[in-house]
């Protein structure tokens, strides 16, 4: 199942179980929550570290969908850009030349 299709899937059981389908600005904080609770996993070193992941990657998801993004595409354009950026080191992280 390519990532498209994921999405579509993950769009449909929110239509099916009554998950929030038409607010963005809530679907957004809830992808924050995720992404606090899997560095919350990884910060205690539970055992649920990948499952909180997998919330992040299906949240993400979901959220594409119903924005009408096919982050399918848009993963393999920015990989492509990414891969041609020129970077610096600055206090010992890189940016963007």
């Not at 299709?5 to 995720?34: A, H, P, S, Y």
């Not at 990884?42 to 990657?57: C, F, H, P, R, V």
């Not at 959220?63 to 492509?80: A, D, R, T």
């Amino acid at each position: 199942m390519d990532l498209k299709q994921i999405q579509k899937r993950i769009f449909e059981n929110k239509l099916t179980k009554g998950f929030n389908i038409d607010n963005v600005e809530k679907e957004f904080c809830f992808l924050m929550g995720e992404v606090s609770e899997a560095f919350d996993a990884y910060n205690k070193k539970q055992g649920t570290l990948g499952s909180e992941l997998a919330d992040i990657a299906i949240y993400l998801l979901g959220l594409s969908e119903m924005l009408g993004i096919n982050l399918s595409e848009e993963i393999q354009k920015k990989i492509l850009v990414n891969e041609n950026r020129e970077y610096v080191k600055v206090h010992g992280a890189n940016v963007k030349k």
